[in-house]
T-cell receptor, first 114, second 113 residues
Framework: DSGVTQTPKHLITATGQRVTLRCSPR?????VYWYQQSLDQGLQFLIQ???????AKGNILERFSAQQFPDLHSELNLSSLELGDSALYFC?????????????FGEGSRLTVL | GENVEQHPSTLSVQEGDSAVIKCTYS??????FPWYKQELGKGPQLIID?????GEKKDQRIAVTLNKTAKHFSLHITETQPEDSAVYFC????????????FGTGTRLTVIP
């Protein structure tokens, strides 16, 4: 158990809809990262937050947004969903301001868009 | 940006044999190279990492080698066991702690008992 909690584990929705994925980082970790894992694809970095503020952006679509709350949990919002958004979305956390080398991943939220 | 290529995409070995997974990277500024293992239904977990000032690092049955000149690094698993079956990801970054960690596309390793 990495200590990172993601909900929901599975989500099925229709095209055009909006969903929110939630992540609780390890106790004390200030940084939260979101990754997307599509079929046969590696892990694509989406966005990072540190202590409530956006720190870095990767390949995140404009239809997606995220935030980190004062209690350090984070949410990833996906809107106007398309079939291609079906993927496994991982949250990871790391201690201090930036990763000391290791990212601790949650078990992921599997999104299926029909 | 950095481009990490990983081969093979699938690998099957007999229990007890060795497994080797290779990665190449494009950015010569990269100097931190972790390997993550992802078991079925779980998130990736760091198993070993290497920094550019080291050519090889070992941890029990797992070793990683780095060739900075050729820009490639490899994961070696010896005496494989069924519990080694998983998807393995290599990654590269300009430094440990950087948020721009670039992952390879993964290798599905199957260890046949």
């Amino acid at each position: 158990d990495s200590g990172v909690t993601q909900t929901p584990k599975h989500l099925i929705t229709a095209t055009g809809q909006r969903v929110t994925l939630r992540c609780s980082p390890r106790s004390g970790d200030l940084s939260v990262y979101w990754y997307q894992q599509s079929l046969d694809q590696g892990l694509q970095f989406l966005i990072q937050y540190y202590n409530g503020e956006e720190r870095a952006k990767g390949n995140i679509l404009e239809r997606f947004s995220a935030q980190q709350f004062p209690d350090l949990h984070s949410e990833l919002n996906l809107s106007s969903l398309e079939l291609g958004d079906s993927a496994l979305y991982f949250c990871a956390s790391s201690p201090v301001g930036q990763a000391t080398g290791e990212l601790f991943f949650g078990e992921g939220s599997r999104l299926t868009v029909l | 940006g950095e481009n990490v290529e990983q081969h093979p995409s699938t690998l099957s070995v007999q229990e007890g044999d060795s497994a080797v997974i290779k990665c190449t990277y494009s950015d010569s500024a990269s100097n931190y190279f972790p390997w993550y293992k992802q078991e079925l239904g779980k998130g990736p977990q760091l198993i070993i990492d290497i920094r550019s000032n080291v050519g090889e690092k070992k941890d029990q049955r797992i070793a990683v080698t780095l060739n900075k000149t050729a820009k490639h690094f490899s994961l070696h698993i010896t005496e494989t066991q069924p519990e080694d079956s998983a998807v393995y990801f290599c990654a590269a970054s300009i430094r440990a702690g950087a948020n721009n960690l670039f992952f390879g596309t993964g290798t599905r390793l199957t260890v046949i008992p």
